[in-house]
DNA sequence: TTGATATAGATGCAATTGCATGAAAAATCA
DNA sequence: TGATTTTTCATGCAATTGCATCTATATCAA
């Protein structure tokens, strides 16, 4: 092994998720940018409002919404908070768990879902599948579903 | 197509993206945390400091940082100023242009990237290599550097 | 039960980020 | 040259994030 490998950031597992980073962080910039010129709030209001449309009930306990967007339970507390001021969801108090809060999608986080859609789509289109061949995206695509099945819990 | 197609997030380039977004947010929080567990400052200080090491007289301007990191510019100026603050680079007065700077690299700012090397490399390998074959990693890398060749200007 | 521990969620405060803008020098152009 | 535009970098202010901690309820063990 030569010095460089021992003192350099340059060994190839490095590399790759070097990689990985700057190509999530520089799409997903470019998506934001493309939504909010759209008028639309930030992807992460996309993702929460998403797993509540998916949920049971159209509603979910800020726990599992912190499960599954990965959010901190810190920021998943208050931008809850700003999407039930922004009228996309309420929160209502849990009857099973007296500690708990249930949110639950308004039909106006239903109609922004289906505002942003094609925005969002076309966006993660341009900025990142535009660039690859079909095979590229689905080989990608496993090897990340493997790669988080692996590291993460929920999906 | 279905209507699932046209109105759910389930195309398959939406799914490839949202993995890949997944995947690199939960890797670079458990790196993250491993740094600062080891006492060390976060990755970006890392990339700044990296860049500075690789650079023709360890020193670049600014705004050879903001292209090469993908930070923004605010981001950029405030980051040097921290980490110069801390002692690890410092800022001298361009020669070439009247309005710029030029950002050196300090003995202490070396020192830092050789002592954090090993617990990032670690990290990285823990948290993500470790995970992949050296078939899938590979291929994730070559696909991820033809993708990043065409959305952005550096590396 | 009761006492100890764990879980759910909120929040004060400090640090960081994003936005908009400013100042200064350089580059361009009429 | 002088005016205009562009580039470089900094910064005030608002929004967001991270950290630490708090309250309340639930769970568990004796």
Redesign the interface.
């Known amino acids: 092994m030569t010095k460089a490998n021992v ?3 340059n ?7 070097a ?11 470019r998506v934001e940018v493309k939504l909010k010129a759209a008028g639309f709030p930030p992807l992460s209001w996309y993702d929460v409002l ?1 797993e509540l449309r998916k949920a049971e009930g159209h509603s979910l306990r800020p726990v599992e919404i912190e499960k599954r967007t ?1 959010l901190a339970q810190y920021n998943v507390s208050r931008l809850i908070d700003r999407i039930v001021a922004a009228g996309y969801a309420e929160k209502r108090k849990s009857s099973e768990d007296g500690r708990g809060v249930r949110v639950c999608l308004c039909p106006e986080g239903e109609d922004l879902l ?1 505002k942003m ?1 094609p925005i ?2 076309q966006a ?2 341009t ?3 535009d ?2 061949s079909q095979g ?6 496993l ?6 099945s ?3 819990e929920v ?1």
Chains 1, 2 share one sequence.
Do not use: D, M
């Open positions: 003192e350099n950031p060994s190839a597992p490095i590399e790759a998720w990689r990985l980073h700057r190509a999530s962080n520089t799409i997903l910039e998403l990965l289906v859609w969002y789509r993660v289109q900025e990142f599948a660039h690859l590229e995206t689905e080989t990608l695509s090897i990340l579903k493997n790669l988080l692996q590291i993460v999906k």
